[in-house]
């Protein structure tokens, strides 16, 4: 059975000590690393598929966007 697909838009990320010419290389790592997530382990529990909109904080001082990701991911449980 083929998933629906979901759209996760991200207003606000702020990436203390990612220059600006890093930040649409650091945008496509997090958002193709937050992908692989949603495709592996699909939405967390209690996200709400009509349409509903989650505004996470995440405060990350990890240095790879993979833990980022992951980050962002676990903030969408409720």
């Known amino acids: 059975m083929k998933r629906p697909a979901v759209t996760l838009h991200i207003e606000h990320l702020v990436l203390h000590g990612v220059g600006t010419g890093e930040r649409d290389r650091a945008a496509a790592a997090i958002e193709r690393c937050l992908g692989e997530l949603v495709r592996e382990r699909g939405l967390p529990g209690g996200v709400a598929g009509d349409g509903a909109h989650a505004r996470p904080r995440v405060k990350q001082s990890a240095g790879s966007y993979e ?12």
Do not use: N
């Open 67 to 78: 833990s980022i990701a992951e980050a962002i991911w676990r903030s969408l449980a409720p």
